[in-house]
Structure formats: structure tokens, C-alpha cells
């Protein structure tokens, strides 16, 4: 399966997701990685979740995201 990390309109969908995230904690990154791991495996992480998500993509949305491109 592709994630889609070149897709400017899945890394839109994704920081705005991870927007959403900021109301139980303003951090981008862990924000950028809980929308990530959602799109990726279908859930939120529980306490113990140790599944990876693409790299690439969490950087890709976490860059978008900074760099303020939406």
C-alpha cells in the first residue's frame, strides 16, 4: 500500500487532521504522528502501540505543516 507522501492533497487532509490533535496537546510533531498513524493503520495508537508509520510521510506532513503551506 502507498502512503502517498508526494500527494499534496493526502498531506493536506493529514495536517489538517493533525490540527485537530491540538486541542489535547500543542505539539506539531506528535500532532503530524497521531494523523499519520490514523491514515496509515486505520486507528489511533493505544498506550503500547508500537506499529511505524512511513517516515517519509510524517515528514512530509510535519514540513507542510511548518511550513505553513495550506
Known amino acids: 500500500m502507498s502512503f502517498a507522501a508526494n500527494d499534496p492533497q493526502v498531506l493536506q487532509q493529514l495536517v489538517e487532521a493533525s490540527r485537530a490533535f491540538d486541542a489535547t496537546g500543542n505539539d506539531a510533531e ?5 494523523a499519520v498513524h490514523q491514515h496509515v493503520h486505520g486507528v489511533l495508537p493505544s498506550e503500547y502501540d508500537i506499529r511505524e508509520v512511513p517516515e517519509d ?14
Open 30 to 34: 506528535r500532532n503530524c504522528w497521531l
Open 57 to 70: 510521510l510524517y515528514l512530509a506532513v510535519l514540513a507542510r505543516r511548518q511550513s505553513g503551506a495550506d
